[in-house]
């Protein structure tokens, strides 16, 4: 695909910086060079030059690096002008470039077009925007195997046994003749089995690596002054959150991202759930609602020493969203040490803990890394994204739903249609089937300049 205007942008963030970059690209990258700099330099050589105003005048001095289509990142011309790190001296780069026939470029505009050149498939294109927004070493590495084409790998295999099984059983509708019955051919059951096989690896690979990219969002719910803010203080390591024996001290939702060995967690703390409080109050438990209707687990924090039988869970068990899980938190259990509840066994599971001392902070953590399947090594994890995974969901459907046609109705048609519809699924994945407002929707969270 070829691009008819050219974009300019600074390929480094704003602010002061001892090095900036304003990237260019398109067709007229090499004519902006020339004029730019006096001279095009020679390919994908790095050239001291100036870098000259409307004038002639030099505006900055620093390295010039051409990269001639296709052999460039976006797979057009590109130019780069490594100079200063002010402000002022990238936006009059910039500027000049758009007096010059430019324009500036919309986010993530450099990295659609070297998905749209076929320079990277949407996968790694993806993992560009993980790879800079990576806060672990984990995160790191996950999106650095996506990048390399990891995922994609794992993809298109999985794309290969669904068209091998789909020729399989369209070969067998093409030739109803055949004296022997290819529907009912044992080797077509055990290619199935290899196939959902083959899913659940490539998914919990998936699994792992969206959490390392997202996280987990819980919400620390609970009546007043069962020590929910002491709770996030011990899990943020530090006083986030307001702690007085007044009930109502928390009003609004506070927001505190720390890592379980890797993990992203988002971690809420809200308002104590009751009712009679003044109108401030009554507001930060409406957010509270709100906010554990979003979450991905809810953390029901209750008072041990003035509540060992959880009545407080019981009493806003029909308000909890019944969709999110929900762990119960029996804190202040150094004002109780009788008390004895572990996750094991628990509907729902319930854990002692003392936000005071500590106690029972690394049951609660290893619980959490339990509940979302995360293991500590992710040496297999690749990046990906919730759309990844929804994906990967809905071909696996589609397979089951072709193995369930195959056993109950023998009807080959049907077989074959589920799995086309699984081929498209995958496709949608690496981008080589995707809509427009898909990749608008991807891109648009990228930053600009890249």
């Known amino acids: 695909m070829t691009h008819i205007d050219t974009i300019v942008a600074a390929a480094t963030p704003p602010g002061r910086g001892g090095v900036g970059i304003v990237r260019i690209s398109g067709p007229k990258a090499p004519e902006l060079g020339a004029i ?3 001279e095009l330099p020679a390919a994908r ?19 010039a690096l051409f990269f001639p289509a296709p052999h460039s990142y976006t797979g057009e011309h590109v130019l780069e002008l490594h100079g200063h790190g002010g402000p002022l001296v990238l936006e009059a780069l910039i500027a000049r470039a758009l007096e010059l026939g430019a324009r500036r470029a919309a986010p993530g505009e450099f990295t659609q077009r070297a998905f749209l050149n076929d320079k990277l498939d949407l996968t790694q294109a993806e993992a560009v925007a993980d790879l800079i927004d990576a806060g672990s070493q984990q995160a790191l590495r996950a999106a650095m195997r996506s990048l390399q084409g990891e995922f994609s790998a794992m993809v298109h295999g999985l794309t290969e046994g669904v068209t091998e099984l789909r020729s399989y059983v369209e070969a067998a509708i093409d030739f109803p003749e055949e004296e022997i019955d290819f529907l009912a051919d044992r080797e077509l059951a055990v290619r199935f089995a290899t196939l959902r096989e083959h899913f659940a690896a490539v998914e919990d690979s998936a699994r792992l690596g969206r959490l390392l990219h997202e996280g987990m969002t819980v919400v620390i719910a609970g009546p007043p002054n069962a020590g929910k803010s002491s709770l996030l203080n011990r899990l943020a390591g530090y006083d986030a959150a307001i702690v007085t024996p007044i009930a109502g001290t928390t009003r609004d939702v506070l927001r505190e991202r720390i890592h379980l060995d890797g993990m992203p967690l988002h971690v809420l703390d809200t308002a104590g759930l009751r009712a009679g409080g003044d109108a401030v109050e009554a507001e930060g438990v409406r957010r509270a609602y709100a906010e554990m209707q979003r979450a991905d687990r809810v953390l029901f924090v209750i008072d041990a020493a ?3 039988s959880g009545a407080a869970y019981r009493q806003e068990l029909s308000a909890l969203p019944a969709q999110v899980p929900v762990t119960l938190l029996f804190n202040k259990c150094d004002l109780v040490p009788e008390l004895g509840l572990s996750a ?7 854990l002692a803990l003392s936000a005071l001392t500590g ?3 690394p049951e609660l953590r290893a619980h959490l890394k339990s ?4 293991q500590g090594d992710a040496g297999g994890a690749v990046s990906a994204r919730r759309r990844h995974l929804e994906a990967l969901g809905r071909a696996r459907e589609c397979v089951e739903e072709a193995a369930r046609q195959l056993t109950e109705r023998r009807a080959g048609e049907l077989v074959a249609e589920e799995l086309r519809a699984a081929q498209q699924h995958l496709s949608e994945i690496t981008g080589e089937f995707t809509s427009e407002d898909l990749l608008a929707r991807i891109f648009a969270g ?3 300049g890249k």
């Open 36 to 38: 730019m700099l006096g």
């Open 45 to 63: 050589r790095a050239t001291l030059a100036r870098f000259l105003d409307a004038q002639g005048e030099a505006l900055d001095a620093g390295l």
């Open 306 to 308: 003035a509540d060992p």
């Open 344 to 350: 094991a066994g628990g509907a729902p599971p319930r």
């Open 359 to 361: 106690a029972g902070l």
């Open 371 to 374: 509940c979302m399947g995360y």
């Open 446 to 448: 990228f930053c600009i």
